[in-house]
């Protein structure tokens, strides 16, 4: 008796597909408990401690290699540049703004600064914050800006915020006011807040270049309560300059800008400036040049903790006198090493040479043309003027 092919066959398949089926499911059951599922108890329980220990490592790793590349820094420098204000109505761009990046870029990487350059910036506090937490065992900061500023007297309020006294209505606002930074977008950022961020980590040194106008923008009708000023500790304030491209309520040139007239100092210099004269420099420059410009330093000076820093070289005044005073000695001592007395007996001694191998060649040359005229000849190779052995013995007596 013979049986259908037809059923046979769909028995085999269907009897195969459920077989493959079993098996996929085992498959992936042995693969949760491999990988850990939450549902399935993992077959070896142990992987997921080791991987995440490796993970975890990785972590600290790269950690530890961020860390360690910002401890190792210690002069490190932000530069913030913004020549594009086209979102801005109110606002020009400024051409001179990246030539101006340029030469503060050459002047600090030239005294081992590490140095790092935005520019366009929107957000100017995000960015100084996060250069601060990057750089915060650095012993020596500095932060130059180049772009549009302003002493601020408009500040951003609501009118529906605000309470009522008998002096009227006060409005609170977190609108910065006083010489402010102006992102590429138009936010204010306080110079005040800067230093402020800047102090943050207690660095030994702060120095800041503001290359921007400080004039100021209009005024409100209603009393506002601005912002509050943090507290600065004197001890703090003593250990930061700020120096200012321009005077107060004054605009800040972008041709002949204050960077540019530093530079050219800083050439003109040797490549470091005492601190101290920077702005008396740069003034008689401008001056001197028909430039209807001033630059202004705050400085807290307490004693003489200003008097030698030389900026911005990573050594002060003394350390350099020191440098020019070693290479002095070591010319003077080159030249008294230099004996007078001792060279002009060299040179009397070599005059006597010469003269005694001039009379002995003199007298072969008399005994050859009488013997043997024809076969040898000898020629007088030295020759001693008179003039020569008479400077030299003089020479000799004025030494003595």
């Known amino acids: 008796m013979t049986l259908p092919l037809k059923p046979i066959k769909n028995a085999i398949v269907n009897g195969f597909r459920k077989t493959k089926t079993k098996c996929q499911k085992r498959m992936i059951k042995i693969r949760k408990r491999i990988q850990g599922s939450s549902d399935v108890e993992p077959l070896f329980p ?27 820094v210690l002069r490190a420098a932000l530069i913030i540049l913004i020549p594009d204000y086209s979102k801005c109505e109110d606002l020009s761009d400024l051409n001179g703004v990246n030539s101006d990046g340029e030469k503060m870029e050459e002047m600090l990487t030239a005294h081992d600064f590490t140095v790092e350059t935005k520019r366009n910036v929107v957000d100017i506090e995000q960015v100084v914050k996060e250069f601060c937490k990057k750089y915060k065992k650095a012993q020596t900061l500095h932060f130059h800006y180049s772009g549009h500023g302003v002493e601020n007297a408009t500040v951003e309020i609501n009118p529906n915020w605000y309470t009522v006294n008998t002096a009227g209505k006060t409005f609170t606002t977190i609108t910065p006011a006083g010489d402010c930074m102006v992102g590429s977008q138009g936010d204010l950022y ?45 001890s703090q304030q003593q250990n930061i300059a700020v120096i200012y491209g321009t005077s107060n309520l004054h605009t800040a040139s972008d041709s002949n800008s ?5 530079y050219k100092i800083y050439k003109k210099e040797g490549l470091a400036i005492a601190i101290l004269d920077i702005v008396g420099k740069i003034n008689q420059s401008w001056k001197d040049c028909g430039i209807k410009q001033i630059c202004k330093d705050d400085i807290v000076k307490v004693g003489e903790n200003w008097e030698s820093y030389m900026w911005p070289s990573a050594k002060n005044m003394e350390d350099i006198k020191d440098g020019l005073d070693d290479i002095v000695d070591t010319e003077d001592e080159e030249i008294s090493d230099f004996d007078m007395k001792e060279f002009v007996l060299q040179m009397n001694d070599r005059v006597l040479k010469l003269e005694a191998e001039n009379k ?16 040898r000849k000898f020629t007088e190779i030295s020759k001693v ?14 030494a003595f």
Do not use: W
């Open 46 to 72: 142990r992987n997921n401690f080791v991987r995440g220990s490796q993970i975890k490592t990785q972590k600290m790793d790269e950690s530890n290699t961020a860390l360690t590349s910002t401890l190792n």
């Open 190 to 234: 306080a110079v005040h807040d800067l230093t402020y961020e800047l102090m943050e980590n207690k660095p030994d040194k702060v120095t800041v270049t503001l290359d921007c106008c400080r004039n100021s923008r209009g005024f409100n009708k209603d009393f506002v309560k601005l912002k509050h000023k943090r507290k600065i500790s004197l």
């Open 258 to 262: 204050f960077t540019q007239e530093l």
């Open 360 to 375: 002995f060649l003199k007298s072969k040359l008399e005994m050859n043309v009488n013997n043997q005229p024809k076969k």
């Open 385 to 398: 003027p008179a003039k020569v052995r008479k400077i030299s013995f003089r020479i000799a007596q004025t």
